[in-house]
C-alpha cells in the first residue's frame, strides 16, 4: 500500500488524485472524461496518480454534489443490423467511460408515437441526456417538435440549431467505393442499395451517384435491397444473368456476402469479370471469399462523438453542435482493375 493510501483509510477522491499528480481538480476532471483539451503528459501524470492511489468515482456521491443521474438514455431501433447495433455499443462505452451509466429502450416499431413515448420514459427516469440512433429520416422531425428538459444527440444528423448530430460521413464513403472502381477503369458501376427509407442508405446512393456524376458517367442499375445476405444473394443471381454491369457497389457486407455466393454458383469470377465493395468493414469481410474490398466505419469514434457533444451540453449548455467521423476505403481481392 502507498504513503498516501496508508495515511488514511478512507477511499482516495478527486482531490488526492489533483494533490498527487500535481494539478487542479477541474484537470483531473477533464482527465476522467476524456477532454481533448488536456496534454499528454499531463493525462500521463493523473493517470498515474489514479493507478497509485486505486482511485474509483463515487458516481451515487458526485449525484449528489451535480444534483445529475448520471444516466444517459439511448434510443435505439433496427438493432439487429449491424451498423445500428455496433453504434449502440460504441455508444455504450463512451459513457461508460466517462463515468456514466446507460438506460438503452429498442423500438420494435418507429412511429412519431413511439419515439415520444420512449423520450418520455427517459425523462422519467431522469437521465442528464438521450442519444437517439434511429436510422430513418423522420426521426429528426420528431425530435426537434419535442421539448425535452435534457440535451438530445441524433446520429446520422448533421445538426442545426436545434439540434446536436453525429454521423459517419455515409456520401464521402460510397464515394471512395465508386471513386476506386474508377480508377480500375470501370465505367459500368451498379449499385445495391438498403431501404431508401433509411438516412444512411439515401446517403450511400447519392454518394454514388455523387461520384459517377463528376466522371461524366450515367449511373447504371440502381437495385434496391434489404440489408440481408439472402437479398444480395436472390439480387446476385439476377445480376449473373444480365452481365451489364462490370463493378458493383454493394450498400453493405451482409448482402455484399449474398452477392459473392450468387456470382460463385453461377460462375462469375470476382474480380476478374466483376469487382464487388461492400460497406462496413465487418470483422467476417477480410476472411469472404474473397476478402472483400468494403468501406470501413469507426463506430467506436462515433459513439466517443456523441458522449462529446452530449457532455458538452450537459455541462456547458452548447446547443446546435455536429460531429462527422470520416470513412476509410478497405482494399482487399475483390476489386481488379477492368480487364477488356
Not at 149 to 178: C, K, N, W, Y
Not at 240 to 254: E, G, H, I, K, P
Not at 295 to 303: I, K, M, S, W
Request: glycine fraction near 8%; proline fraction near 4%.
Amino acid at each position: 500500500m502507498s504513503s498516501e493510501q496508508s495515511a488514511s483509510a478512507r477511499p482516495p477522491v478527486m482531490e488526492d488524485v489533483a494533490r498527487v499528480a500535481g494539478v487542479s481538480h477541474q484537470t483531473v476532471s477533464r482527465v476522467l472524461n476524456n477532454h481533448p483539451n488536456v496534454s499528454s503528459k499531463t493525462r500521463e501524470r493523473v493517470e498515474q496518480a489514479i493507478t497509485e492511489l486505486g482511485y474509483r468515482r463515487n458516481t451515487a456521491a458526485r449525484s449528489l454534489v451535480t444534483r445529475r443521474s448520471q444516466t444517459i438514455g439511448v434510443l435505439g431501433s433496427e438493432l439487429a443490423q449491424y451498423g445500428p447495433s455496433h453504434t449502440l455499443l460504441g455508444v455504450q462505452q463512451a459513457a461508460r467511460d466517462a463515468g456514466y451509466f446507460v438506460s438503452v429502450a429498442g423500438l420494435r416499431e418507429v412511429t412519431p408515437e413511439t419515439i415520444k413515448d420512449a423520450i418520455a420514459h427517459f425523462m422519467d427516469q431522469g437521465v442528464d441526456g438521450i442519444v437517439v440512433t434511429v436510422p430513418h429520416p423522420g426521426t429528426f422531425d420528431v425530435l426537434r417538435d419535442i421539448t425535452a428538459q435534457v440535451p438530445l444527440v441524433a446520429v446520422g444528423s448533421i445538426g442545426d440549431e436545434h439540434l446536436s448530430g453525429a454521423t459517419v460521413d455515409q456520401r464521402q464513403g460510397a464515394q471512395l467505393a465508386v471513386q476506386h472502381l474508377l480508377e480500375l477503369g470501370h465505367q459500368e458501376i451498379g449499385h445495391l442499395s438498403g431501404p431508401v427509407d433509411w438516412i444512411d442508405a439515401a446517403a450511400r446512393i447519392e454518394g454514388w451517384q455523387d461520384a459517377l456524376a463528376q466522371a461524366g458517367l450515367e449511373p447504371a442499375a440502381l437495385i434496391e435491397g434489404d440489408w440481408s445476405a439472402e437479398c444480395g444473394y436472390r439480387e446476385g443471381l439476377k445480376i449473373s444473368a444480365d452481365r451489364s454491369m462490370t463493378a458493383l457497389f454493394v450498400a453493405n457486407d451482409q448482402m455484399a456476402l449474398g452477392v459473392l455466393r450468387a456470382f460463385n454458383e453461377t460462375g462469375v469470377r470476382v474480380p476478374d469479370d466483376i469487382s464487388v465493395v461492400g460497406f462496413d468493414d465487418q470483422p467476417e469481410s477480410a476472411y469472404f471469399i474473397p476478402p472483400l474490398t468494403t468501406v470501413a466505419q469507426d463506430f467506436e469514434e462515433l459513439g466517443q462523438r456523441c458522449i462529446d457533444l452530449l457532455l458538452d451540453r450537459i455541462e456547458g449548455g452548447a446547443t446546435g453542435m455536429a460531429a462527422t467521423v470520416a470513412p476509410r476505403l478497405v482494399v482487399r481481392s475483390t476489386t481488379a482493375a477492368l480487364r477488356n
